[in-house]
């Protein structure tokens, strides 16, 4: 379940599976889901502090501080946007049917190449399960590069989350007429190597820009496809 990316004296980044809790839920005791950081800190025998989290259904790079002293750096770094984390997904065809009438969306059909990008911008809020569009929402923006049609026939992007909305990407791809495939809770009508997946990637965490980051021993980036 523990499969570490990169480790030294201050941070350790794991490659998180789909279907495993990136910290204890708030019902840890009676929470029976795999739990990648509470294994990972069993396994080193140590603290381990949370930089960042991935959604449940969510495979990819995650990232813990091994002290206070570095969590409190990292935070700092995500907080004011110093970190580039790249996610990839995959779609199906553009289609609204997901979204039901009465809800306020343009419903506008985009005309995709390879190479084209968008800046997606919105105002987030969150329900109990999944987010939604509201002018009391916060603000959110999502750089978004279309990479093209995959051998499956499936939509392939590159999404950088500028904000950290809860659900931001999944949203945002949906509000678009793309839900991720086996996102049903998005409107995804296709499965996903089960219940418990989406196809929704984190691959890649640049530190390029990154103060004080090679200091700390991390390199300019860490990506695993």
Sequence with gaps: ??????????????????????????????DERKCLGSVLQAA?????????????????????????????????????????????????????????????????????????????????????RRAFESPHGKSSLTLVAYIGVEERGFHKWDLHPVTGRSHQLRFDLSRHGFPIVGDQLYGSKVDWKGTNSIALRAYEIDFEKTPGAEALGLPAKIRRD
């Excluded at 998180?16 to 809790?21: D, H, I, P, Q, T």
């Excluded at 206070?68 to 289609?95: I, M």
Aim: glycine residues 6%; aromatic residues 10%.
């Design 44 to 128: 080193l025998n140590k603290q381990i502090y949370p930089v960042h989290r991935l959604d449940f259904e969510v495979s990819g790079l995650v990232m813990f501080a091994k002290s206070p002293e570095a969590h409190r750096q990292a935070n700092s770094w995500f907080e004011k946007r110093q970190v580039h984390k790249t996610y990839r997904a995959l779609t199906t065809g553009q289609d609204f049917s997901h979204i039901p009438l009465n809800i306020k969306n343009a419903r506008q059909k985009m005309a995709l190449h390879p190479g084209i990008n968008f800046n997606w911008e919105g105002r987030i809020l969150r329900g109990k």
């Design 1 to 30: 379940m523990i499969e570490i990316i990169f480790e030294n004296e201050h941070f350790v980044i794991c490659d998180k599976l789909s279907g495993v809790l990136s910290t204890p839920s708030r019902f840890e005791d009676q």
